[in-house]
């Protein structure tokens, strides 16, 4: 997590310099596109093949994705022509099959090895390391790219892969009956590649997954905006926040339900969001952020928690790419449509976080009004 997070807040200045900061929503877009379709079959290997080759084979791309980025720097007339534009955009596609890959594996490892009441509680867990290293990424990638230029911040990054891939062999695989990856794996037109059972978790996935795609994309121009010389302390701060409140709302949500869970963590969304769109100093946007990131913290381990009680036996590894698809639908939406709406309007930045508010607060709305009609029928 440290590793891919530590670029993000430097790419729209990397994308300035090469003359194509009108393509701003690709950075997250193309990235998330490579995620999304990588979705079809990393589900379908994780709970045949077994979880530890997709966890490997996505920590693979991470661990070289940051040499690619210093060898095309290398390519004649890389920073000003159009062909290192594309390029670079492809290099974001492929490093996007990183995320398509390891959390399923992850996930569904972590799943394999806890007691189904303490799901919640070891995925906010799971949540507070790959928070740990987005808390702390970004702020190092600011700061070699500020004073040491891109390069040393992409080899900082492969670095971290590396670290990450020589971990993760070391860990055991967890599915019984484990084989090799085959074709028929591969052929998304055979086997199902998503499990329709948890859709009620995917679909409230949205509304926060647009809120991050929208937050990735404007928000380091937010913060160069009010003055903050390394860009990616403000992400740091969220993600604190983030780390902070999982440590409580994966528990909660085993002991309380996931609904109710959500319910509060669209609220924090609604109230977070809607502060940030106002806030016109660092110290405004600052309790913004924290209450955006306590919001992130709440919402994900439970969403997560909830699809794995929605998910049949055997097919875990699905369900939780389904709900991933919904992430990235929505991160990739929110990323494009933010990208070029700033890209032609910067003004419309509050627009963007008021909007993210709003449907923030519309899914608070929805699963309160759920939970009350559901305790009614209990009781009657």
């Not at 007339?77 to 492929?94: E, H, I, K, N, P």
């Not at 970004?138 to 971290?160: C, H, N």
């Not at 955006?292 to 590894?317: C, E, H, R």
């Not at 698809?325 to 939406?333: C, H």
């Amino acid at each position: 997590m440290a590793s891919f997070g530590m670029i993000m807040p430097e790419l729209p200045g990397y994308l300035d310099l090469m003359g194509a900061g009108h393509l701003l929503g690709y950075i997250i877009g193309l990235f998330t596109l490579g995620a999304l379709l990588s979705r079809f079959f990393s589900g379908k290997i994780a709970d045949r093949a077994g979880r530890k080759i997709v966890m490997v084979f996505g920590t693979g791309v991470t661990a070289i994705a940051g040499f690619l980025y210093v060898l095309l720097g290398a390519v004649p007339d890389y920073s000003t022509g159009m062909l290192g534009v594309w390029l670079f955009l492809a290099l974001r596609f492929f490093h996007g099959l990183s995320t398509g890959f390891r959390p399923i594996g992850s996930s569904a490892l972590l799943t394999d090895i806890v007691p189904h009441n303490r799901r919640g509680e070891a995925l906010g867990f799971l949540g507070v390391a790959g928070n740990a290293g987005m808390a702390g990424g970004p702020a190092i990638g600011s700061y070699l790219a500020v004073e040491w230029g891109y390069d040393a911040m992409f080899l900082a990054s492969s670095f971290l892969g590396i670290l990450s891939l020589l971990f993760t062999l070391k860990l055991p695989e967890t599915l019984p009956n484990s084989r090799k990856v085959i074709w028929s794996d591969l052929n998304v037109f055979k086997g199902k590649n998503f499990d329709i059972a948890a859709w009620p978790a995917a679909v409230t996935l949205l509304p926060v997954a647009l809120s991050f795609g929208v937050f990735l994309t404007i928000t380091p121009d937010f913060v160069d905006d009010l003055g903050y010389k390394y860009k990616g302390v403000f992400n740091t701060i969220i993600v604190v926040a983030s780390i902070l409140m999982r440590l409580f709302a994966g528990k909660a949500s085993d002991k309380y339900g996931r609904k109710p869970l959500l319910a509060i963590g669209g609220l924090f969304l609604f109230v977070g969001m809607g502060i940030m769109s106002i806030a016109s100093t660092q110290l405004e946007a600052a309790i913004g952020g924290v209450i955006y990131g306590m919001s992130i913290g709440i919402n994900m381990p439970t969403v997560f928690a909830w699809t794995t009680d929605l998910s049949p036996q055997g097919k875990i590894a699905l369900g939780i790419g389904t709900t991933l698809v919904a992430l990235e639908i929505g991160i990739g939406l929110g990323a494009f449509v933010s990208g070029s709406m700033f890209a032609s309007d910067p003004t419309c930045l509050q627009e963007l976080y008021r909007f993210c508010a709003y449907s923030g607060g519309l899914m608070a709305i929805i699963l309160f009004y759920s939970t009350y009609m559901r305790s009614t029928n209990m009781n009657s």
